[in-house]
């Protein structure tokens, strides 16, 4: 039991036999507890922000072994936000075929339907981004949004090959 002990000071003058005053603590306690546990059950705990990854699938869809480039398209994100994007086969990968596009005014959302609309299986269209080692989190936080916003399903990362780098670096000089 917790208590608290008060003690009376004489100031020189003859004082009179007093009983000393005990406050028990015990039921503030209790009383603390039960506002602890109460706003605790009352409260809304914040829910983390988290991107949704899902697996492929396990062996539940046939090997293709024949890949058509429509069927796919490719964004390489840079540094300061710049997005490029193509859709051509490595051999047929040029300077003109890297075309930068932007956020703004849904412009990535846009080039994912056109390419989605002109694949000839849209059941099997991919997004292949590639981030840069200067590209910012921010930018593929914003492309898997993008993902979402498009309601892709089938999209992957991958690092870039020596043929995107030297295209990417020539763009953004």
Do not use: C, H, W
Not at 10 to 29: A, E, F, L, W, Y
Not at 67 to 82: A, E, P, V
Not at 91 to 118: C, P, R, Y
Request: aromatic letters at 8%; charged letters at 30%; glycine letters at 2%.
């Amino acid at each position: 039991m917790a208590e608290i002990q008060i003690k009376e000071q004489s100031n020189g003058k003859k004082t009179q036999n007093k009983k000393p005053i005990r406050v028990d603590m015990t039921p503030m306690v209790d009383l603390g507890f039960l506002l602890i546990t109460f706003f605790m059950f009352t409260t809304n705990f914040s829910k983390p922000n988290a991107i949704n990854f899902s697996n492929p699938p396990k062996n539940d869809i046939k090997v293709i072994s024949d890949i058509d480039i429509r069927n796919s398209i490719t964004f390489i994100l840079g540094k300061d936000g710049r997005v490029f994007y193509y859709q051509a086969e490595k051999k047929d990968l040029n300077e003109s075929s890297l075309t930068e596009v932007s956020f703004d005014k849904a412009q990535v959302a846009k080039t994912i339907e056109a390419a989605k609309a002109k694949a000839p299986r849209k059941e099997i269209f991919t997004v292949i981004i590639k981030p840069t080692d200067d590209s910012q989190y921010k930018t593929m936080v914003d492309m898997l949004d993008e993902m979402t916003i498009t309601k892709s399903e089938r999209y992957g990362i991958s690092e870039m090959n020596d043929k995107e780098k030297e295209l990417y670096q020539n763009k953004v000089q």
